[in-house]
């Protein structure tokens, strides 16, 4: 069979900035610098923290952000200590990478600083500046300041966790309409990446995910660990994804699912009630051999042989070219075989049919919308779904899995604390 497996996942990565910035203040420490005594003034100690909201911009793989800081000065004098609070801005610039085995690199620089309100001692007479001891020992420290932030930084860049978890959350297994799972697994995956932009308060980055996937129906697969590759940079990446993959579809799975859809199908002709009592569902080459157990009126087996295939058009799995056959010791005449026979084909066809549009149906409502953690989100919804290609193993169907899709991984206030 030719290989089939390849598939291309394109997922919009969509973070709320004011909600990034929530998480960023969260985990950057409010206490940035305490207590120090500039170099050349130990009369003097200043202590520097946090206040109010974080200001960012990101593009090109570069955050441009200002922080509101407030300074605390204690000098001794002659008369005791003097504490007097005062307020800044600092200005960083934050330059990342992501490298081999999604390691991100990042430097960040303390680009400008802007009072608020100028240090000064206030005794009346005369004013006493001490924005440039404030300065200096904030100079000595900037390289202690900037790698705090560039600690939270990285953790806030580490996609592959982000990633992980979005392929941990996925459901595996997914139920269908039919009653039955479909189990998947994805061993090893490629990654390509765009440049980070904002527009309209939200960041964004595109994630292209490729590797070889596989569906089973009705039987569980190996479970494996999903391998993420660390990502190429590319300008651009497709919107919508396309899964091409191997769907195999297992007999004994399909038997059960059958026998839910006509355990309670009645077979009548001229008052004479028929059941299905069981299903067996055997290979014949490229044709389906579906066994009937019947019993009531008439007490025998029923056996339709048929070609699967797949009605693009309407999305419905379904058997065609069907023939069927009749055996049992208590049949009334040759008449009531031909007419029996034909009842049976013909709710029997109805009746063997597996829905496409019923299952995305089904796959969408639990995609649309599922959180992963604190604040973020993933949601998805199938476009199209065609199966180009069924053939028919000694106990399986293996069907070509072809699906368009829309995804997305986000941030949002929703939910955060």
């Not at 941990?168 to 009653?179: D, E, F, K, M």
């Amino acid at each position: 069979m030719t290989n089939f497996k390849t598939s291309d996942f394109s997922i919009l990565l969509a973070l709320d900035k004011e909600a990034l910035q929530q998480v960023i203040e969260t985990q950057l420490p409010v206490e940035l610098l305490k207590q120090f005594a500039p170099e050349g003034a130990d009369d003097i100690r200043v202590s520097v923290r946090r206040k109010g909201k974080i200001d960012f911009q990101i593009a090109q793989n570069i955050i441009d952000y200002r922080v509101p800081l407030e300074l605390s000065v204690q000098k001794n004098m002659m008369l005791g200590n003097v504490d007097v609070l005062f307020e800044m801005y600092f200005s960083f610039q934050t330059q990342f990478l992501i490298k081999d085995n999604w390691e991100v690199a990042t430097r960040t620089q303390l680009t400008d600083y802007q009072w608020i309100k100028e240090p000064k001692i206030d005794l009346g007479i005369i004013n006493i500046p001490l924005d440039k001891t404030v300065i200096k020992a904030i100079e000595s420290n900037k390289e202690s300041i900037c790698q705090q932030v560039d600690n939270v930084i990285k953790k806030q860049l580490d996609f592959q966790a982000l990633l992980t978890q979005f392929l941990s959350a996925l459901p595996n297994p997914i139920s269908t309409p039919a009653g039955g799972q479909v189990f998947w697994k994805c061993e090893q995956v490629n990654t390509s990446m765009t440049p980070i932009y904002e527009n309209g308060n939200v960041i964004y980055v595109k994630v292209g995910l490729k590797g070889a996937t596989e569906f089973s129906y009705g039987k569980a697969l190996p479970i494996e660990k999903t391998v993420i590759k660390s990502p190429d940079l590319v300008s651009d990446i497709e919107k919508e994804s396309l899964v091409q993959s191997i769907l195999r579809v297992d007999f004994k799975a399909m038997e059960k699912s059958a026998m839910v859809l006509l355990q309670k199908q009645q077979f009548e002709f001229k008052g004479q009630k028929i059941n299905v009592s069981s299903i067996q569902i055997n290979q014949i080459g490229q044709r389906l051999k579906i066994n009937l157990g019947l019993e009531g009126a008439f007490n025998g087996t029923a056996t339709l042989i048929g070609k699967p295939v797949f009605d693009r058009m309407n999305q419905i799995l379904k058997v065609t070219e069907s023939e069927l056959d009749l055996k049992g010791n208590n049949f009334i005449s040759k008449t009531m075989v031909v007419f029996l026979e034909s009842i049976i084909e013909e709710k029997l066809m109805s009746k063997l049919q597996f829905s496409i549009t019923k299952s995305i149906e089904t796959a969408n409502e639990k995609i649309k919308y599922f959180p992963i953690q604190q604040g973020f989100y993933a949601k998805g919804k199938i476009n199209e779904v065609d199966l180009p290609r069924i053939e028919v193993e000694a106990d399986a169907l293996l069907i070509q899995l072809s699906m368009k899709m829309f995804l997305q991984l986000g941030l949002e206030n929703k939910n955060l604390a």
